[in-house]
């Protein structure tokens, strides 16, 4: 393939603004406000979750509180009945005054069991409620650092696309004036080895840092100025220029 030094040339300048491009989109891809913001939003899930089931334990413990309070509350009341009717003197038979008597000494130890039950019911309540009431605390704080790391996250990524945006457009405009054929042997080159083009200095290729056998320089040295010469060993197009050593 031909093509004028000028052009030639110009594709090193391409190279470099299409390694910046790149970079440039590596950054975006790798950003560590990315990470962040993945890293609280499964935070802020997994919380959901543990919020969820801690509302749940809470509810279950205070319904068993409210059933634990019933059960005192009957049994408070039959013996209230019963002592009621032990005080107001309408029972006489000794029989019968034995088992009222009877009858209100178990409902009390029933009472003092169930009343032991209703204050553990309310402690493990109480702990639920603490603990459903410190995960609701600690999912504002991770919704907070959640919504100021996508906000960081977003103008870091607007920063990267307006920088994409410009290296492009220089790109672009700095690439019109070398023929379409030269460019896509660029591309193409650039596509498999990931350099197209490479300045050759003091002898060495600067895409693959290997030193040129001194038959290959011969001929590159003695290649027409307009002729496009390839690396021997990485195939890149090599830019010959006052510092190539020739
Ligand atoms: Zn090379």
Do not use: W
Not at 73 to 86: C, F, I, K, W
Not at 108 to 113: H, T
């Amino acid at each position: 393939m031909k093509a004028e030094p000028t052009s030639q040339l110009i594709l090193l300048e391409v190279q470099h603004l299409d390694l910046d491009i790149e970079r440039n989109r590596h950054r975006a891809r790798t950003l560590p406000e990315t990470t962040l913001v993945a890293e609280l939003t499964a935070r802020d899930t997994a919380l959901r979750d543990h919020t969820t089931a801690a509302a749940t334990r809470a509810s279950d413990l205070a319904r068993e509180v409210r059933k634990a309070e019933a059960d005192v509350a009957q049994v408070r009341a039959r013996a209230d009945r019963d002592q009621s009717l032990l005080n107001s003197g309408q029972v006489t038979s000794s029989k019968q005054l034995a088992d009222l008597e009877h009858e209100v000494a178990t409902l009390a130890r029933r009472q003092a069991a169930l009343e032991d039950d209703e204050l553990v019911a309310m402690e493990a309540l109480e702990t639920a409620e603490a603990e459903h009431s410190e995960l609701v605390d600690q999912t504002e704080r991770v919704r907070g650092e959640l919504a100021a790391a996508v906000t960081a996250r977003d103008e870091a990524m607007a920063l990267l696309d307006a920088e994409f945006a410009e290296l492009r457009q220089v790109r672009d405009s700095t690439a019109a004036p070398v023929p379409t054929e030269l460019l896509e042997l660029y591309a193409r080159i650039r596509a498999d080895n990931g350099t197209g083009a490479a300045m050759v200095r003091r002898g060495r290729c600067e895409a693959c840092q290997l030193d040129l056998p001194r038959g290959d320089l011969d001929e590159i040295a003695a290649a027409a100025p307009d002729e496009v010469v390839r690396c021997p060993e990485c195939r890149s197009i090599l830019i010959r220029t006052s510092e190539s050593g020739l």
